[in-house]
C-alpha cells in the first residue's frame, strides 16, 4: 500500500510543543535545511511513494501480517494480536526508515550514507539499503562493540560497507556517535548522516515518523478486516522511538485506542546506570541537536544506561514522544530485563516465534495488561526477529529455562 504521511506535527521548526527542534553547528545547519527542504517536497510527489512503495512490497515484503496469538491469549485472558514486522527482510522495522533515507540521499546526490550503530542493528539495514540504492556506506562502530556483535560486522562488510573503529573512551555506542558526527561535519556535503530512529536534530524525528507510519497504516486496515474494528489498545518497545511511533501514528487520532509505550527498566529502575527507563525516570534537556526528556548526569551530560535489549539502550528518547507523554496521550510502562526474557519463552514456546529481546519488552507488557483488563484486544507491535539474540541468551539464561548442555 501507499504511505499517507500525517503532516499534524512538528512545525516549521521541527517542534512538538517544546520538545525536538534543532541544537547543531551553524555550518550545519544550512545542510539540515536543504535535506528539510527537500523531504518536504518529494513527500508530496507520486513518484517517489510509488518508488518507496514498490520497495516496502517487493523488496522488504510488506504488508507484514497480523498474527492472532491463540495460546498467548488463552494463557494470559486477552485478545492479543501480533503486528509481524519481524518478518521484514533483516528482521526487523528499521529497513522501513533506511530504505526511505537511501532514497531520499539519491535524491539529494549525496554519494555516501554515513552512521553510527551499537550492536550493529541499524548499521545491517542501512549497509543494506545503501547496497540496494547504489550509495557508499560508512558505518562507526565502537571497538568493544565490533568484537562483542561479530555476526553483524561481518553482514555490514559482505554488504560492502566500510566498518570503522571507534578507539577512545570506552569504545561502544557514545564514542562511535562521536566519530560518525566527527567525519559528517568534515564533509556533509558528499556525505548524509542517517539517524536511527525518530531522534536528532529536525527533520529526522519528522521524517523517520513518516516513514515508519506504515506499520500503523497497514495495521488499522488489516484489523478492521480482520476484526470489524479498532484494537483497544497498542502496545510497542520504545528505545529511539521509532518502532512505537510507526505504529502509533494511524491510531493517534482513535481516542478509544489505548496507547502504550514501554521501556526498559533493566536490572534496578531505581539505581541511576541500571536502566534506560528515560521517560519514566528522566527530565527535559537538551542531547545529541535536539530537546526532549533524557537520563542525564549532574553535568547535563548523557547518563549511562543498560538494558538486555540493545537496541533500547539509549539515554534519550523521541521529541515526539515526549510530547505524547505531557499531554497524556499514550501511557508510557516500564519492563525489566527478567520480565522481557520471560515474555522471549512465552512467546517461543507458546506460538513458535522467537522475538528479538527489544519487542519482547512489548509482549512482556501486553500479558501484564491482558490479566488487568481481560477480555479486552491488544495489538503488539512486535518490532523484530530473535535470531540475533539466542546465543546471548542461552547463555545467560539457559539453565533458568531448562536448557542444559547444547556443546
Ligand atoms: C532498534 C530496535 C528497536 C528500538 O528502536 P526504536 O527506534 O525504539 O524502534 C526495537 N526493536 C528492534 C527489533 C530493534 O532492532
Do not use: W
Not at 91 to 98: E, L, P, T
Not at 99 to 105: D, I, P, T, V
Not at 169 to 190: C, H, M, Q, W
Not at 329 to 341: H, K, L, N, W
Request: negative net charge; charged residues 20%.
Amino acid at each position: 500500500m501507499k504511505n499517507s504521511f500525517s503532516h499534524a506535527l512538528p512545525n516549521k521548526e521541527g517542534y512538538f510543543g517544546e520538545y525536538g527542534g534543532s541544537f547543531i553547528p551553524p555550518e550545519l545547519q544550512a545542510v539540515m535545511d536543504e535535506i528539510t527542504q527537500t523531504y518536504l517536497e518529494i513527500r508530496e510527489q507520486p513518484e517517489f511513494q510509488a518508488e518507496l512503495a514498490e520497495l516496502y512490497k517487493h523488496y522488504v515484503g510488506r504488508p507484514s501480517p497480523i498474527f492472532h496469538a491463540k495460546n498467548l491469549s488463552e494463557r494470559f485472558g486477552a485478545d492479543i494480536y501480533l503486528k509481524r514486522e519481524d518478518l521484514n527482510h533483516t528482521g526487523a522495522h528499521k529497513i522501513n526508515h533506511c530504505l526511505g533515507e537511501a532514497l531520499l540521499a539519491k535524491k539529494l546526490g549525496k554519494k555516501k550514507l554515513i552512521a553510527e550503530t551499537g550492536a550493529g542493528q541499524h548499521g545491517v539495514a542501512l549497509a543494506t539499503a545503501a547496497a540496494l540504492v547504489g550509495l557508499e556506506c560508512d558505518i562507526y562502530m565502537g571497538e568493544v562493540d565490533i568484537a562483542k556483535e561479530h555476526p553483524n560486522v561481518v553482514r555490514m562488510a559482505i554488504l560492502g560497507a566500510n566498518v570503522i573503529p571507534a578507539t577512545h573512551g570506552r569504545k561502544t555506542l557514545k564514542e562511535a556517535v562521536d566519530s560518525a558526527f566527527e567525519a559528517y561535519l568534515k564533509d556533509p556535503i558528499s556525505q548524509i548522516y542517517c539517524i536511527g530512529s525518530v531522534v536528532g536534530p529536525h527533520p529526522f524525528p519528522m521524517m523517520v515518523r513518516d516513514f515508519q507510519s506504515i506499520i500503523g497504516n497497514e495495521a488499522k486496515l488489516q484489523f478492521q478486516e480482520m476484526t470489524h474494528g479498532a484494537p483497544d489498545n497498542i502496545i510497542a518497545c520504545v528505545g529511539g522511538g521509532s518502532n512505537a511511533i510507526g505504529i502509533f501514528t494511524a491510531f493517534l487520532d482513535d481516542d478509544a485506542v489505548n496507547l502504550y509505550g514501554v521501556e526498559p527498566t533493566g536490572r534496578n529502575v531505581e539505581e541511576d546506570g541500571e536502566h534506560a527507563a528515560t521517560m519514566l525516570k528522566g527530565s527535559p534537556g537538551t542531547m545529541h541537536g535536539f530537546h526532549s526528556y533524557m537520563l542525564q548526569d549532574d553535568a547535563g551530560e548523557p547518563a549511562q544506561v543498560y538494558s538486555v535489549a540493545s537496541g533500547l539502550d539509549y539515554p534519550s528518547v523521541g521529541p515526539q514522544h515526549s510530547y505524547l507523554k505531557d499531554t497524556d496521550r499514550v501511557t508510557y510502562e516500564g519492563i525489566s530485563d527478567d520480565e522481557a526474557i520471560q515474555a522471549f519463552f512465552d512467546l517461543s514456546r507458546l506460538e513458535g516465534i522467537i522475538p528479538a529481546i527489544e519487542s519482547a519488552h512489548a509482549v512482556a507488557y501486553a500479558c501484564k495488561l491482558a490479566k488487568a483488563k481481560p477480555g479486552s484486544s491488544i495489538l503488539v507491535n512486535l518490532s523484530g526477529r530473535g535470531d540475533k539474540d539466542i546465543d546471548f541468551v542461552v547463555e545467560k539464561y539457559g539453565q533458568q529455562y531448562g536448557i542444559n548442555d547444547l556443546a
